[in-house]
């Protein structure tokens, strides 16, 4: 039988054109160096319940993603959420709605692509190191040294740094993903046992260290013993404080959030921090994905578009479009 395509990366971008290859009829294999699926849009399971760290929404402009996300709202993997939004500027809060629809994945953010998983074969816990091609098929190398194979194409869904480092099969593609500078995202939870006395549920912040504020349980389907709010940071302070220590972390954000709402913060009963390294790319590129299309070689993710979960999508569809075109 035939040689299945190999997808490295359960993100929404991997999980994407893994979908639409298995649609057309060809067996793909993905592989993750995480427990489970999501990549940025994964849910961390806490005490209080699951919390989503890294996407907060999405947003769909795109006439292609809108169909598609109109098909995850009837699968019941996605719902609108309507939060009452405010921003911050200079230390003024103020209300600030606006007519964007916005969506999230319930009961939690991973839903849509453990939805788009299904029974695709995956391999988790398992972080490539290595690509390359033998005479006709591609092997894959993992960090235990054990071979993967034999694959006809490989799909790198992987953020641009870590790609850069699979792509030195095709060396032209790995120069333009090394070339992606990546912006990190420090990004806590607060959990509190009684209910803040806000009407806030999301707030855009143009601030020194806070960027965006979110109650989790406005969220549709979330619940949980604590009122948890999720804390990004910008960029630039994530940069300055990317190796501060956790508590530091929380204790910075917490502060800057207590002097940002319009109400008593008490002292939290829960607190999580995440780092995320490569957040976003520092700006949008119109690549749509990157192909040897020669040597069966493909890159996607969001740096290859904007950096958000619809440009991610729109990749991974141009990634499988590209390979089937010269199947
Ligand atoms: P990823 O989700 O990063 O997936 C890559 C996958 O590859 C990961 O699962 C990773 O484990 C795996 N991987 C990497 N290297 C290897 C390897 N060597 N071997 C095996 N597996 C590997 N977007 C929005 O639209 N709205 C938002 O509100 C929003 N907020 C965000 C907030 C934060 C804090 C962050 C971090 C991101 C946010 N984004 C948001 C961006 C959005 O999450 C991303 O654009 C999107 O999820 C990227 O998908 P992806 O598939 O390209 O990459
Ligand atoms: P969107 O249209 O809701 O927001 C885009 C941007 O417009 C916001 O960042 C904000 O600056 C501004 N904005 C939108 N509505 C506003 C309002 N009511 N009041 C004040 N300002 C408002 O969503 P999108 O275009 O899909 O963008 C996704 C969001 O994800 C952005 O907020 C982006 O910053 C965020 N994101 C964060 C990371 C990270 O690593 N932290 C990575 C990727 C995306």
Redesign the pocket.
């Known amino acids: 039988s035939k040689a299945p395509i190999a997808i490295?990366?359960?993100?929404?971008?991997?999980l994407s054109a893994a979908r639409a290859l298995h649609e057309a009829g060809q067996a793909v294999h993905l592989?993750?160096?995480?427990r489970g699926?999501?990549?940025?849009?994964?849910s961390k399971r806490s005490d209080a319940g699951t919390l989503d760290?890294?996407?907060?929404?999405?947003?769909a402009r795109d006439r292609r993603f809108s169909e598609i996300v109109r098909q995850w709202q009837e699968s019941g993997w996605v719902e609108q959420w309507a939060p009452t939004l405010f921003q911050s500027r200079e230390g003024q809060l103020k209300p600030s709605a606006d007519e964007q629809l916005r969506w999230v994945g319930t009961p939690t953010m991973s839903a849509i692509t453990r939805g788009l998983l299904g029974e695709l074969p995956v391999t988790f816990s398992?972080?490539?190191?290595e690509v390359f091609r033998g005479e006709r098929f591609w092997t894959l190398v993992d960090a235990t040294g054990a071979s993967h194979g034999p694959f006809s194409h490989v799909i790198i869904?992987?953020?641009a740094p870590?790609a850069a480092?699979?792509l030195s099969g095709a060396p032209k593609l790995a120069a333009v993903a090394a070339s992606v500078a990546m912006e990190p995202?420090w990004?806590v939870a607060l959990g509190f046992a009684n209910p803040l006395d806000t009407a806030l549920e999301g707030c855009f912040v143009q601030d020194d260290a806070l960027d965006w504020v979110a109650r989790n349980r406005s969220k549709p389907g979330r619940d949980g013993a604590l009122d948890t709010w999720v804390l990004?940071a910008t960029s630039n302070w994530s940069r300055q404080h990317l190796d501060l220590p956790k508590e530091a972390v929380i204790e910075c954000l917490h502060g800057a959030f207590a002097e940002l709402i319009d109400c008593v913060v008490p002292a939290p009963e829960l607190t999580v921090a995440h780092r995320?390294l490569?957040?976003?790319p520092a700006q949008a590129h119109e690549w749509a994905a990157l192909a040897d299309a020669g040597l069966g070689l493909y890159a996607?993710?969001?740096?290859c578009l904007s950096?958000?979960?619809?440009?991610?999508w729109l990749?991974?569809q141009e990634a499988a479009r590209r390979l089937l075109e010269n199947l």
């Open positions: 490295i990366g359960t993100g929404i971008a991997g592989f993750d160096k995480s699926s999501g990549g940025r849009m994964a760290l890294g996407a907060q929404y999405f947003t398992c972080r490539i190191t869904a992987a953020p870590q480092a699979l995202t990004a990004h995320w490569y957040a976003r996607c993710g969001d740096w950096g958000r979960v619809e440009g991610a990749s991974g």
